[in-house]
């Protein structure tokens, strides 16, 4: 049972339902996640804002690659179920390839980098040494990009604090953060 209510859709307040509209045409569906920040609609607004200006930046496989190992360290199974649903239907990322997204890894050399930065600067709240800095910028990834990685983890931590806050009721197919990756 979520601690904080998930709104029912027609129940989310007035300023949020265009937003949630356009949730809805872009999903087919509007989640729990995006009915529950929906009760702040500058929030709401806030979240889709980045959201879509990251969707133009780094590519769909490398964003929820590092939204499952994300989710994975900060422990929230909403998270996890969703990225995990999205990584395999949306980014078409196989199963063997999300246990390796949990872990800070991927089998894709390039995305290896990102993902294991991603993780590290989540595990450390922001903090990177110098070494991991190196090595995605060795991997082929440009500052602006390393500031994109950095973008998607904190658009991924907001997410997980309101899920793991609220208790959201998790609407995909469930996955556990606790269950070995």
Do not use: W
Request: hydrophobic share 50%; net charge negative.
């Amino acid at each position: 049972m979520s601690k904080i209510a998930v709104p029912a859709r027609e129940a989310a307040p007035a300023a949020s339902q265009p937003l949630l509209d356009a949730v809805e045409r872009q999903l087919g569906v509007v989640p729990n996640l995006f009915r529950l920040v929906a009760l702040s609609p500058a929030a709401l607004q806030g979240f889709l804002g980045l959201g879509g200006a990251l969707g133009k930046a780094l590519d769909v496989r490398t964003r929820e690659r590092i939204a499952i190992a994300v989710a994975q360290v900060n422990g929230c199974d909403y998270c996890l179920s969703a990225h995990a649903y999205l990584g395999l239907n949306l980014a078409k990322i196989d199963e063997a390839e999300i246990a390796l997204n949990r872990r800070g890894a991927s089998s894709d050399p390039k995305a290896n980098a990102a993902v294991a930065f991603a993780r590290k600067i989540a595990e450390n709240h922001g903090r990177a040494a110098e070494t991991e800095l190196q090595a995605v910028r060795a991997a082929g990834y440009t500052d602006a990009q390393v500031i994109e990685i950095i973008a998607v983890v904190a658009e991924n931590v907001f997410t997980n604090m309101v899920n793991l806050v609220a208790g959201t009721e998790i609407d995909f197919p469930v996955i556990h953060t606790a269950q070995a990756a």
